[in-house]
């Protein structure tokens, strides 16, 4: 079966200063993505600042052209043009809901125009439309007629969520997107965000920092490091037997008021290395208690176990902790 999203050696680089001698030089934000996502799945992009996710986000959005590879939605080559049909099938909801929303119009303003520039129902059903919309997420009908202002933060994500519904997508693309909340809001958007998964057979993009949001949500977890994807495995197998050393030291990072088994190996320990310094081998190296001198003479292939697999010379050592 063919997969719904398809990105296919993807490469997107920045043109940044020199703070040394004023030029310019590129930054690889992105360097050589392959991956799949499937009708309906939930993907968790997950790894330090600055490892390439919102950016991955972004072109799967077409907000950002990358320089080399293909983006594929159903069967279709996206990367340099979308049409605004192709435009609407996806959808982004952002970190910061007061930044993301106009703060001078009320939300019935804000979800009537996106319905009517796509003709999505006829003028007769839109106040309909509009009220299916806020009760899908959740919130009373007078939040039609409030501005974001008035909402709490929690309030005014799923305002956020409900506009990129308003368009009928068949991808949601989540950055960040309870990061910004307080505990008790971030589970009532999770547990929005499976309901309307499950409800409405969206494919999920869910990126974030925070691991056992991702754990709770997420059926796959992709692992990104300076640009390359590292690991990719089902959550559970990724959670309990991670093969990939950086994975390992993310989740021995999280602090876990009632411990269960933790993973072997140490916590992350250092910062990664500039992504302007473009180092051949394996990114991770100089952070990684196994390396080993191959380590720095190539980028390491693909070890693939299954639905499993992990960018490391000596994942099958790892496999056998």
């Not at 968790?44 to 939605?73: D, I, R």
């Not at 099938?89 to 009320?106: C, E, G, H, K, T």
């Not at 021995?252 to 992504?275: K, T």
């Not at 100089?286 to 190539?298: K, L, N, V, Y």
Request: aromatic share 4%; glycine share 8%.
């Amino acid at each position: 079966m063919t997969a719904l999203l398809q990105l296919r050696d993807l490469r997107v680089e920045f043109p940044v200063r020199d703070a040394v001698d004023g030029g310019s030089v590129l930054l690889r934000a992105v360097d050589g993505v392959d991956l799949d996502i499937g009708k309906a799945d939930c993907v968790g992009l997950v790894g330090e600042s600055g490892c390439g996710k919102s950016t991955l986000a972004n072109v799967l959005m077409g907000l950002v052209e990358p320089v080399a590879g293909q983006v594929l939605f159903d069967g279709a080559d996206v990367t340099k043009h979308r049409d605004p049909g192709e435009r609407r099938r996806i959808q982004m909801v952002f970190q910061d809901p007061a930044s993301s929303l106009n703060p001078r119009r009320r939300v019935r303003s804000v979800l009537a125009e996106l319905i009517q520039h796509h003709d999505l129902v006829p003028a007769a059903g839109l106040e309909s439309a509009l009220r299916g919309l806020i009760d899908m997420v959740g919130l009373p009908y007078r939040v039609l007629d409030a501005r974001p202002r008035e909402l709490s933060g929690g309030q005014r994500q799923r305002v956020a969520i409900a506009r990129a519904l308003a368009v009928q997508p068949e991808v949601l693309v989540a950055d960040e997107a309870v990061s910004a909340l307080d505990v008790s809001a971030q589970a009532k958007v999770i547990n929005l965000l499976a309901d309307l998964r499950r409800e409405l057979g969206l494919t999920l993009v869910f990126i974030s920092h925070d691991l056992g949001v991702v754990r709770a949500l997420c059926d796959r977890v992709v692992v990104m490091y300076l640009g390359r994807i590292v690991e990719d495995a089902p959550a559970e197998e990724l959670f309990e037997a991670p093969q990939h050393p950086y994975t390992t030291a993310l989740l021995n990072a999280v602090p876990d008021l009632a411990p269960r088994r933790r993973v072997e190996g140490p916590a992350l320990e250092g910062e990664p290395v500039s992504a302007l310094s473009q180092i051949g081998g394996c990114r991770f190296r100089s952070r990684c208690p196994r390396a080993i001198a191959e380590c720095a003479e190539q980028d390491p292939p693909y070890v693939v176990s299954g639905p499993h697999r992990t960018a490391c010379l000596r994942v099958a050592e790892a496999a056998h902790r």
